[in-house]
């Protein structure tokens, strides 16, 4: 990571440059080791209670670690030149570090919250796969009747043709389709059981966004909106996890005629979703280990490092 001057800049005022490559790698492996340290250490082995308590600081500690699993795998995505893994992972990456401040800052009402939205999720799939399952059976008997009908009406169709041989065949009706495909034998209830007594009910990333904003001042964790997170969390749907219109058109390599490329070349994002990753994380890691009482001098180090500018003086800056 840089130095004290690098972070700075120089001495006239000339804003920060914007991190390399190898610093990015570096910060990464830094963090991942210290976070690597402090879950192995005592202070994580965590007494399978039951209590609420407990269960907030399992689950605390399973959002930094998913956080640091996917940076890490952003890293092996980025270094394989891997455009199109490194947006998804993170726009992956961006919604669990808000999930994961979201649980970290709101306790375990907020766990209950990330668990009544994972059952409204499941409860959701086993409707449309019910619907569905009640639509293909719906079909075949449809299909079926059908066909003993068309059946009977060609039996019909092919006796008059044998009677009549010297008039023109009428045609046989065509026979309907009877879907093949079986049920696929989803069963989602026991996970959906696991929920226990608790409702489902949905909880978006924008609402997130808006409590974290809420939550900023009156916890101390920051004074500025959280909506620019959502708007490049929505970006990063649009340059990467979704097949618009922006991706369709990254292929095209200009000039008079018109190529299609292997893979986009209108540019890459990996260097801002990396940055931003490594500082999200680090965020995280400060909080969630700062509180059990853990020294986290890399994810302070890069926090202070990668801090954002909400000015816009700096010349760049991660995009939290």
């Not at 998913?66 to 961006?94: F, K, Q």
């Not at 799939?125 to 569905?132: D, G, H, N, P």
């Not at 490049?232 to 340059?239: D, E, G, K, M, N």
Request: with cysteine.
């Amino acid at each position: 990571m840089p130095s004290e001057t690098d972070e700075s800049g120089a001495d006239d005022g000339t804003p920060p440059a914007p991190p390399s490559s190898a610093q990015v790698a570096q910060g990464v492996i830094d963090l991942l080791g210290e976070v690597d340290e402090a879950f192995n250490s005592d202070r994580w082995a965590i007494l399978d209670s039951r209590r609420q308590h407990a269960t907030w600081l399992l689950y605390d500690g399973a959002a930094l670690r998913h956080c640091c699993r996917l940076l890490y795998e952003i890293e092996v995505a980025a270094a394989a030149c891997l455009e199109l893994s490194v947006r998804m992972l993170g726009r992956a990456h961006m919604e669990a570090w808000l999930i994961g401040l979201y649980i970290h800052f709101g306790g375990y009402d907020a766990l209950l919250k990330v668990a009544q939205d994972a059952r409204h999720s499941l409860e959701g799939i086993e409707l449309e796969a019910r619907q569905f399952y009640e639509w293909l059976a719906a079909e075949k008997t449809a299909a079926r009747k059908s066909g003993k009908k068309v059946a009977k009406t060609n039996s019909g169709i092919a006796q008059w043709n044998e009677k009549n041989p010297d008039a023109p065949p009428k045609p046989l009706l065509a026979e309907p389709y009877v879907p093949q495909l079986c049920p696929t034998g989803l069963d989602l209830s026991n996970l959906i059981e696991g929920f226990g007594p608790h409702e489902a009910q949905g909880l978006s990333v924008s609402e997130i966004v808006d409590t974290m904003t809420k939550w900023g001042p009156e916890k101390g964790f920051s004074r500025e909106s959280f909506r620019p997170i959502y708007l490049i969390y929505r970006t990063l749907s649009a340059i990467g996890t979704h097949a618009s219109m922006h991706i369709l058109d990254a292929y095209f390599v200009p000039g008079g005629f018109i190529r299609v490329a292997p893979m986009p070349v209108a540019g890459s994002a990996s260097d801002s979703v990396r940055a931003t990753s490594l500082y999200g994380t680090a965020f995280l890691a400060a909080r969630v280990l700062g509180e059990r009482g853990i020294s986290t001098p890399a994810a302070d180090e890069i926090c202070d490092w990668l801090r954002p500018d909400p000015s816009g003086r700096a010349a760049w800056a991660p995009g939290l």
